[in-house]
């Protein structure tokens, strides 16, 4: 069922074209990875799917509606790369102040175990790492137990620990039925935990399928470099 539609979706800022006549859907419980290097579009697509920026042309549809509808928002949940949150809070302070924004919620001590926070609980946010606050933001997120979770490179800080326990509990989240979009520019990522990846590119999208569908269209390609070292001098490097 398809719970998320853009159709013919374009951005335009002046001359410069953000995003180029975009097709996209989402289908229930499906984990789809925008993947592109910095300023491809992956931020400014996400931004429309929510709509906190309006497209130029095209349509987006958000459970049927528009995204800026209420009864849109109570069901999704949001993981942007720049998180304003005040620094004075404690953690479960915070959590608690987000789940009172929707109809239903998590119960708190959940979100803290599924974003690994149960031992930060009662931490000011001042006084977190820069990988702590992205699992924050990351509780924040679901806090609402939304249908969908989009995340603008989440993993940004995180150490590896860290990493795995988040997508292991995303991966979980989309097995009860919840669909996760996320953007990143690490194609290992991208790799290991999206169901199906977009290729976009300059406003574009150039490719998608599943992850083994991708590495099909590349792996023939072939890259050749020059250097300044002589195959002699090379030789004697060993």
Known sequence: MKILEMNSVSKNYGDFKALDNIDFALETGEIVCFLGPNGAGKTTAISIMLGLRKASSGTVKLFADSPNKTTSRDRIGVMLQESGVPD???????????????????PVLEILEKADLLGKQNARIASLSGGQKQRLYFALAIAGDPDIVFLDEPTRAMDVQSRQVFWETLKNFAKLGKSIIFSTHYLEEADENADRIIVINKGQIIAQGSPSDIK???????????????????????
């Open 88 to 106: 004075s809070l404690k953690v479960k302070e915070l959590i608690n102040l987000i789940r009172a924004t929707y109809s239903h919620s998590l």
């Open 216 to 238: 099909a269209v590349v792996a023939d390609k072939t890259i050749r470099f020059k250097t300044d070292t002589t195959a002699k001098e090379a030789a004697s490097l060993g």
